[in-house]
Nanobody, 121 residues
Framework: QVRLEESGGGLVQPGGSLRLSCAASGRILLIYTMAWYRQTPGQQRELVARFPTGGLITYVDSVKGRFTISRDNAENAVYLQMNNLKPEDTAAYYC???????????????WGRGTQVTVSS
C-alpha cells in the first residue's frame, strides 16, 4: 500500500508564505505525476499545480507567479511553495500522486488526507 503524508499547513496573514510538503511511502515502482489540489467547503476539488515526471508543470491561473511546485524524486516527495498568500487561497490542500504500483504495474491514484491553509489577518 502507498501512503501520502502532507505537512506544512497553518494560519498565515495575507501576503505571507507557507511551504507544503508531501512524501509518498510504500511499495512504489514509479511515480508518473505528483500534484496539489485544494478544496473549500461546498466546492469541488481544484487542481492547483501539477508536476508530471518528464512533463510540463502546470498551475491554475489564480496562483501563477505566486506558487511554485517542486519534486524530490529521490525522496518521492513534492512541495508547494506559496508566496503572497491571499484570503482566497484558504482551503484544505491535498497531495496527489499517480503511481505504478506492484505487482500489477497498473497506474493507481493516491490522495493524502489534506492539510489546512488559512489566510487571514
Amino acid at each position: 500500500q502507498v501512503r501520502l503524508e502532507e505537512s506544512g499547513g497553518g494560519l498565515v496573514q495575507p501576503g505571507g508564505s507557507l511551504r507544503l510538503s508531501c512524501a509518498a511511502s510504500g511499495r512504489i515502482l514509479l511515480i508518473y505525476t505528483m500534484a496539489w489540489y485544494r478544496q473549500t467547503p461546498g466546492q469541488q476539488r481544484e487542481l492547483v499545480a501539477r508536476f508530471p515526471t518528464g512533463g510540463l508543470i502546470t498551475y491554475v491561473d489564480s496562483v501563477k507567479g505566486r506558487f511554485t511546485i517542486s519534486r524530490d524524486n529521490a525522496e518521492n516527495a513534492v512541495y508547494l511553495q506559496m508566496n503572497n498568500l491571499k484570503p482566497e487561497d484558504t482551503a484544505a490542500y491535498y497531495c496527489y500522486a499517480e503511481i505504478k504500483a506492484p505487482p500489477s504495474g497498473l497506474r493507481v491514484e493516491y490522495w493524502g488526507r489534506g492539510t489546512q491553509v488559512t489566510v487571514s489577518s
